[in-house]
Each structure stands twice: as C-alpha cells, then as structure tokens.
C-alpha cells in the first residue's frame, strides 16, 4: 500500500467518524507539519499551538476532505490558512498595543534553528516561503503546492523560482 | 546553480526535522475531545433552557390539557415509565460520535 493509499484509507475512516484512523493520520503527518510551521512562523512554541489546530479544523472538517484527491495537501492548506489567520490576528494585537514596528521579523527565530537559513526564509514574503519550504522541504510538487496555497501553479513556480534566488543572495552573503 | 542550491535547502531541512512525538499526538486527541465535550455543554445547556422556557411558556395549556385528556386515564407510574424509557431512547437515537 502506498502512503497515499494509506492516506486515503485512514481518511475515509475518519470521515466515518473513527477518531483512531484520525489518531493515525496525525502520527504520520506531524513531523511533516510540524516542520513546514516551524519554519513558516520561524518559532517553535507557535508551530506546536499551529499544527494542534490544523488538525483539530481537518477533524471537525473532514467531511469537506475529497478522498479522490490526495490528503497531504489539504492538511497542509489548512496549516498555511490557519498560519495567516494567527498571523493578521497577531499584527492586529500588536497595532492595537501601539507596536509601529509589527512587521514579519517580529516573529523571533527560535535559537535551536539554523540561524542564517531562519533569517533568509524570514526576509522572504509568506507566500514564497510557504512555496519553497512546501516544494523543497515537504517534496511537495508544484501542483500539490499550488492546492495546498490555493494559488496558481504559474504562481507557485515563479514564488519557488524567486524565493530561491533571494536564499541563495541572502545565504550566499552570510555563508560565502 | 539551482540544484545545488536546492540540495543544499534540503539537507539542511531534513536535519532539522522534529522527531515524530507521541506526546503530540495525545495533545491533539485531548484538544479535540475538550472542544467536543465544550460544544455539546453547550447544546445540552441551550436545549434545556429552551425546554425550560417553552415549558413555562405552555404550562397553562399543558395543564388544562393534563386534566381533561390525560390524568383520568393514565396512572403516575405509567407516565413516570414512559418518561424514562424516552430519557433512556434518547441517547440511542442521538448517539456521540465515536
């Protein structure tokens, strides 16, 4: 059985209602998820909270899950909305605070990462590290990335495309 | 040059993995339960008041309607049987997911 025969297989179950099948797709993807939030939101605590929530949402909305198409990257769309959703919610906070400079590099790159990778995924716009970490992290391909990100798959590419360019500046300069 | 770029990208990725946690997985299950458990206090609480409110609402009628049609016939304990057997039905009929 493939994974995303096993995918598929768990999905229908707990479309069934059966929180077990649900228990084993959270086993197999939370590495998976875990990873891309973590390096979407550059800080670990806030991924965990993130990736809790994504599949908690996938739980209560897995009647909206089409098994015909594959599981990853519905889990995965739902971990990106649910990343811009905190994301706004916390600018918000931070305007209404009086904070002027809420800006993506609020968001403090925890110290266990790699710190010069962290910083140049940081300097790129969300949607570009959302496509390259989906593409080049998570094996995603252009198309699986273009449904999970709900874009364009000319868009993706070109995000993949650009936001490579600008790591391999950003990391160029840092790392030689 | 992009190649090279992009194996570079994931090897540094793929060491920098979080371990598969079984303690997150029993977070998830928790949370799921705690919102279910949440939602249905929820609908418990408001189906009761709503009883509650329509059953003083109707008392009046219900209990012209009592007098004359019901209690001459049925026994208490016939009614208290039936009551319990409903209280006892509803949890089938209405059965929680998984």
């Given at each position: 059985m493939t994974p995303h025969e096993a995918d598929t297989a768990w999905a229908h179950a707990a479309r069934a209602g059966s929180a077990d099948a649900f228990g084993r797709l959270v086993h197999i993807h939370q590495q998976g998820l875990r990873a891309f939030l973590r390096r979407l939101c550059g800080n670990a605590a806030d991924a965990e909270d993130l990736a809790q929530e994504t599949f908690v949402f996938a739980w209560e909305h897995i009647?909206?899950?089409?098994?015909?198409?594959?599981?990853r990257p519905w889990l995965f769309g739902i971990g990106w909305r649910k990343y811009r959703e905190r994301k706004r919610s916390w600018l918000r906070l931070l305007t209404r605070e009086g904070?002027?400079?809420?800006?993506?590099?609020?968001f403090v790159p925890d110290p266990g990462l790699k710190l010069d990778l962290a910083k140049a995924m940081q300097s790129l716009a969300p949607e570009q590290r959302a496509a390259l970490l989906l593409c080049?992290?998570?094996?995603?391909?252009h198309a699986e990335t273009a449904e999970a990100l709900a874009l364009p798959l000319g868009t993706v590419k070109s995000h993949v495309a650009r936001g490579r360019e600008k790591l391999a500046a950003a990391l160029g300069g840092v790392n030689g | 040059m992009d190649d090279r770029m992009d194996d570079r990208l994931k090897a540094q990725w793929a060491a920098d993995v979080p371990t598969s946690d079984p303690r997150f997985v029993l977070s998830v299950m928790a949370r799921i339960e705690q919102r279910r458990f949440r939602r249905e206090l929820a609908t418990t609480v408001g189906l009761a008041l709503g009883a509650i409110i329509l059953l003083g609402l109707a008392a009046p009628s219900v209990e012209l309607v009592w007098h004359a049609s019901i209690a001459p016939y049925v026994s208490n304990i016939s009614i208290f049987l039936t009551l319990m057997a409903a209280t006892m039905a509803l949890p089938l009929l209405f059965p929680a997911r998984d």
């Open positions: 009647a909206r899950f089409d098994p015909a198409r594959p599981f904070r002027a400079a809420a800006t993506e590099a609020s080049l992290g998570a094996e995603f391909t | -």
